[in-house]
């Protein structure tokens, strides 16, 4: 009899207990629909092509329950001319983020990495604008704490552009 209501307890709370939930990728169509639109998206400007600029600029932004940005914080930005480029991509994708479920607002971090594309033959000339950028460069970067609370980390988005040698 023991036996018996312990096996009926155990299967009890086997039933009641289930394993995480799986999450979907919080972008409408997942990982490459997000990584060819921002590939896409992403404009950028003639002055960072000029500048041969460089680097890595880090958001997070909330996402509500219809998909809408509702805030955007930059974190760190390696020069503060990355920053427009993304911050116009990440406008666009309004309505296209799906938050967890039971969740009214949802933070997201995501890194992109913007960097050009060395010619064959790179000359003198790209050299001193890659050292001249290095070295004038603005950078955006936190001076105190940065609270993450329940933020979901995506993966980077990778942007390469031509330079002209």
């Avoid at 009214?104 to 001249?132: C, S, T």
Wanted: proline fraction near 7%.
């Amino acid at each position: 009899m023991k036996k018996i209501t312990l096996s009926i307890i155990a299967l009890l709370i086997s039933v009641g207990c289930f394993a995480q939930e799986g999450l979907a990728f919080p972008f409408q169509g997942g990982k490459d629909a997000m990584t060819r639109f921002f590939k896409d998206s992403l404009v950028v400007s003639q002055d960072i092509i000029q500048k041969k600029t460089a680097g890595m600029v880090m958001f997070k932004f909330t996402a509500d329950e219809k998909g809408n940005i509702k805030k955007t914080i930059i974190y760190y930005a390696d020069d503060a001319i990355l920053a427009v480029p993304v911050i116009e991509a990440i406008k666009k994708s309004n309505h296209k983020w799906i938050i967890p479920n039971h969740e009214k607002v949802h933070d997201y971090i995501v890194p992109f990495y913007i960097r050009y594309n060395l010619p064959e033959d790179p000359d003198a000339g790209l050299q001193k604008a890659a050292y001249d950028n290095y070295r004038n460069k603005k950078p955006i970067l936190p001076n105190n704490q940065i609270p993450l609370d329940m933020a979901t980390l995506l993966p980077a988005i990778t942007i390469s552009y031509d330079v002209a040698p």
